[in-house]
């Protein structure tokens, strides 16, 4: 351990600043996705890199990024020392493709969403022309449309 002083920040005063319920960080703690050292009063101290873990986890969920994945990546930063630029510059790495990917969902769906998707309801003004009478459904599920690599519809 670094010789970092012992963390200051209680869980009241990290949800008041995250804009978080106290819960929510015990919730966090619990998946290891945040933690804390305890005081000889055995309350729970956060150093103030938690704030920002916490606002990352936060900003994540919102882009729909599971935990899971969220985990993991804050795995690569350290525990027992205040993460450095290069830390946080190893799961940015990490990140990039996944949001690169969701960036291109999303921006597939927001340019599909008003014409034919391929999802078999036929309830569009192009769907004969792009799923005539589901012929999309025969090979696949879902929106397929949705699913392909950029093409207008
Ligand atoms: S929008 Fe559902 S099949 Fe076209």
Redesign the pocket.
């Known amino acids: 351990m670094s010789a970092q002083t012992f963390p200051k920040w209680t869980v009241g005063q990290i949800a008041a600043r995250c804009g978080v319920k106290v819960s929510t960080l015990h919730f966090y703690e619990d998946k290891a996705l945040i933690y804390s050292l305890r005081n000889a009063g055995n309350q729970r101290r956060y150093y103030p890199d938690t704030i920002r873990r916490v606002s990352i986890i936060k900003a994540a969920q919102k882009m729909g990024v599971s935990l899971e994945k969220i985990k993991e990546s804050l795995d690569l930063l350290p525990n027992k020392r205040t993460p450095t630029k290069g830390d946080w510059e190893k799961m940015s790495t990490q990140w990039h493709s996944m949001l690169d990917e969701r960036i291109e969902a999303l921006s597939r769906l927001r340019n599909t969403i008003t014409?034919?998707?391929?999802?078999?309801?036929?309830?569009?003004e192009?769907?004969p022309i792009?799923?005539p009478d589901?012929i999309?459904g025969n090979n696949a599920k879902g929106?397929i449309l949705l699913d392909r690599p950029s093409k207008s519809t």
């Open positions: 014409g034919c998707i391929g999802c078999g309801c036929l309830s569009m192009k769907c792009y799923n589901d999309l929106p």
